[in-house]
Nanobody, 113 residues
Framework: QVQLAESGGELVQAGDSLRLSCKIS????????VAWFRRAPGKQRELVAAISASGSTTYYSPSAEGRFTISRDNTKNTAFLQMIDLKPEDTAVYVC??????WGQGTQVTVSS
């Protein structure tokens, strides 16, 4: 079994930065591709960014490109989502997943204008 635990979400002002963490535990001898999704009220779940198991390949949604950076530290079984220049429309619950099979509970990011 694999567990994921997100942290780092909080209430910030527009223009601020945040770094979210996704700690992976359990069967971590197998490296997983990690993706960050977000769920905003009244909107569909949106893929924000993804990173391959090795960390050599990344993907960003158009809304994340240029402002968000996904990374991982496999020695710590942790993935990160660095977000800069946050906007009110970034307000959402951010959820990480491993191979889209295992999901965390999410961490709330609220950006006030």
């Amino acid at each position: 079994q694999v567990q994921l635990a997100e942290s780092g979400g909080e209430l910030v002002q527009a223009g601020d930065s945040l770094r979210l963490s996704c700690k992976i535990s359990g069967r971590t001898t197998t490296r997983y591709a990690v993706a960050w999704f977000r769920r905003a009220p009244g909107k569909q779940r949106e893929l924000v960014a993804a990173i391959s198991a090795s960390g050599s390949t990344t993907y960003y949604s158009p809304s994340a490109e240029g402002r968000f950076t996904i990374s991982r530290d496999n020695t710590k079984n942790t993935a990160f989502l660095q977000m800069i220049d946050l906007k009110p429309e970034d307000t959402a619950v951010y959820v990480c997943c491993a191979d889209r099979l295992f999901w965390g509970q999410g961490t709330q990011v609220t950006v006030s204008s």
